[in-house]
Structures are given as structure tokens and as C-alpha cells.
């Protein structure tokens, strides 16, 4: 009888763990997991790119200033640029 008990213990714990990872794969896979991947990989290109024009434009007046060629008229409109 005891064996019978553990072996429908353990029947039942497997088919509860397959049901949760078919869901789990069945809403990955669906429209609004795919939307969320997609919104997810969005978000993350814009936050490499924001912080990639900050570098870039903070460079630009480094260089600007190494070279002598900073001037507050050239540094705004070179700031304005990048942020286009």
C-alpha cells in the first residue's frame, strides 16, 4: 500500500511540473510573450544608444578641448545634433 502512496506521490508531483513548463512555453511562445520580448529588446537597444550618444558627445568635447576648438557655440550645436 505504501508503494502504491509514493508512486502516485510521484506521478502526480511530474504531471504538475510538466503542466507548469507547457504553460510556461505556451506563454514565451504566445502573441503577448512575444510583444513583451520584443518590447523588452527595444527598451534595452534605446538605453544602449541614449548612453552611447552621451559617450560619444562627452568625447567629442575632449577632443573639442585637447584640439582648442571648444566653443560654447560648437559644443550646443554639436549637443543638439546628437540628441536629433
Do not use: C, Y
Amino acid at each position: 500500500m505504501i508503494k502504491r502512496v509514493f508512486w502516485m506521490s510521484i506521478g502526480i508531483t511530474i504531471g504538475v511540473i510538466a503542466v507548469r513548463r507547457v504553460s510556461e512555453a505556451k506563454a514565451t511562445l504566445g502573441p503577448a510573450g512575444l510583444n513583451r520580448a520584443v518590447g523588452t529588446a527595444a527598451d534595452a537597444l534605446h538605453d544602449f544608444t541614449d548612453a552611447f550618444r552621451d559617450a560619444m558627445t562627452q568625447r567629442e568635447g575632449e577632443l573639442r578641448s585637447a584640439l582648442g576648438l571648444d566653443t560654447a557655440d560648437t559644443v550646443a550645436d554639436t549637443m543638439s545634433s546628437a540628441r536629433r
